[in-house]
């Protein structure tokens, strides 16, 4: 249990458009999904904190109108990096948390956003 | 905010040899979660533990949370090379998981 998908799994785009990244989970419901970004050979950074039905908390320093996050469902949070720039290519990967049992937070396998 | 210091950075070891890793935090954690990620995919929940000087088993993995609070360590017990990949420890204080400070990460190669 506890299956979490992203879609598109790698993504090529160009400079200057927009780039939309889901973020499913599959057999159980997520009231709060998790965005983050991971450069090479480094840890996760949390980018924010998206709870369903509302807006989304943007960890300090990330850009709230570049990174647009919608959790319009209980098993759905999108990530739109909009005017997309060489350095916004990076690896993001979504976590969702179940509405009960284990409050752990279970990660998809990540999206490979590659701006040209 | 809080800090995690994850070591070794990297292992190389041989096929069938037991591994060590372990975190430290310069302050105090309430739960204690490993993590382990393949190349090109995200982190899979391995071990969590949620009490001082609890110590837990999954299969060949052992992981301790320290009587401190303030560090955990990760056994594996005769390598395989599938174990190859990146381990990370996580920290966090409170039940929100999306609060959890995540270490460096430590780089398992096996030979076989």
């Known amino acids: 249990g506890a299956v979490v998908s992203q879609h598109p799994s790698r993504v090529i785009c160009k400079s200057g458009t927009s780039v939309k990244i889901e973020c499913r989970s599959l057999?159980?419901?997520?009231?709060?999904m998790f965005w983050y970004r991971q450069f090479p050979k480094k840890s996760l950074m949390l980018m924010a904190t998206s709870n369903e039905g509302s807006k989304a908390t943007y960890e300090q320093g990330v850009e709230k109108d570049k990174f647009l996050i919608n959790h319009a469902s209980l098993t759905l949070s999108t990530l739109t990096v909009t005017s997309a720039h060489p350095e916004d290519s990076s690896f993001y990967i979504c976590?969702?948390?179940?509405?009960?049992?284990?409050?752990?937070?279970?990660f998809g396998p990540g999206t490979r956003l590659t701006v040209t | 905010g809080q800090q995690l210091n994850q070591s070794p950075q990297s292992m190389f070891i041989q096929e069938g040899e037991d591994v060590s890793m372990n975190c430290t935090s310069s302050?105090?954690?309430?739960?204690w979660l490993w993590y382990k990620q393949d190349p090109g995919e995200g982190p899979v929940l391995l071990i969590a533990?949620?009490?001082?000087?609890e110590l837990t088993s999954n299969g060949r993995l052992t992981a301790q949370f320290g009587i401190t609070r303030k560090d955990s360590f990760l056994n594996i017990s005769a390598s395989i090379p599938s174990d190859v990949g990146i381990y990370f420890c996580?920290?966090?204080?409170?039940?929100?998981?999306?609060?959890?400070?995540f270490g460096d990460g430590t780089t398992l190669t096996v030979k076989p």
């Open positions: 057999d159980f419901q997520a009231t709060t």
């Open positions: 976590s969702g948390t179940e509405t009960s049992g284990s409050y752990e937070q279970y």
């Open positions: 996580a920290g966090r204080l409170g039940t929100n998981a999306g609060k959890s400070t």
């Open positions: 533990l949620y009490k001082a000087g």
């Open positions: 302050s105090i954690f309430n739960t």
